[in-house]
């Protein structure tokens, strides 16, 4: 009994130990593990090939240790040599953090991942162009592509005057959209009083007066317009007091107030065949479905309501344009163009549409050509149509349409 009772104590302390000793043993091995900066596998030479920011695809930059130095940099103001990817350290499953060198000559966090098919796909903290990439290892010519991103300009202003008498008109210049934001932007304008009177505001687009104003209830002390500016737009106003006060106590203060945000869409201008955009084929492409006001509306078959652009085949082939996303409150139709001599075929080319319903709001679909089409280079018109009731203009508290802020996305390619 005693000898039993004796060698389960032993049994347990032996037990308890072991469990000490595993333990201690893997604490251990992961404080002893040497810390290896692994960098084998991107040693050498890596090209651009796509990014958010395609004027510098072609950059070609060589690894060495954990430095990638800058070999070829092209248009990107880069000096040969200059250290682009600084203290790569490599993390768990082909993942690597660096710093990577910015335009700015400051360094940015950044992240590197090497895919399975030894390309290598970056992304930077910092937002802006050119913050997403990648890098192969065979450089192949890339397709000419004309996106080129900007800084959308964002501003605001105000003034104050007053109406010194009853129905009283006052008439105003109050901003314009900048010329160099060719995706135009999101105008917000609005008359605020603290009078006993309601403000009436009267919008115009250029010289005329903006179609589609919401005339808004009465007995408010404020009215607001949203809309989207086409660039180099000017947007002027008339107001006065549609509910009056009694004469004796004019004059009455308002306030003009307006915000402005852009929309960077980097294939813009491209509302007539004239400026259509090179687009590479294989490639999501990503742009906004938005018509800016330019001279009192904006009508369905306005320039400003089109978007194209012109792929390049180089052999016999079908192709097919795929909307591969759209905002729900809008549609986009599609239709091909042969180029002939940098003019444009009068009738579009062939197409039978494949799947989905291209007049359906937020629908997606494709069109492929009936036919293989000989080499040269083809556009592409997007047209991009309203759904019923979405409105051009909102007035007040109502929402912004959400093709707006929302981008459609495309893709073209080559079908047998
Ligand atoms: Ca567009
Ligand atoms: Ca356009």
Redesign the pocket.
Known sequence: MKTKLKSTVFFKVIFILLIVMSCTSNDDEVNNEPQENNLSAIQGEWYRVESNNPVNDGMKINVIDDAGQVVEPLQSGFAVGAIKWKDILAQNNGVYDYLELGSDANYYAAEMELNIDDTLRISIASSGAGNIQKWVRQYTSAEPHDCVPYDPAVFDGNFQSDWSMVNEVDAFSIMSVPSSDY?GGIVNISVQTDSPVSPCLNLFAGSALATGIATGSNQTSSRTYRFIGHPGTLFSGETTDCDNAPSDEYPWDYTISWTYSGIM?C?????TFEQAKAIPKNQNIS?YGV?GFVEGNTGIYE??????YKVTITEPTKIRATLNSCPNDIHMHFRFFKNTNGNISSIPVNTVQISGEAHAPGSTYYIETNNVLEPGTYLLEAH?LRGAGVPDIVADGEGNPEHWTTPYSFSVTQEQ
């Not at 294939?267 to 509302?271: F, M, T, V």
């Open positions: 995706g869409d294939y813009e201008p491209n509302d742009a018509a320039d400003q309501t089109y978007d194209w991009r």
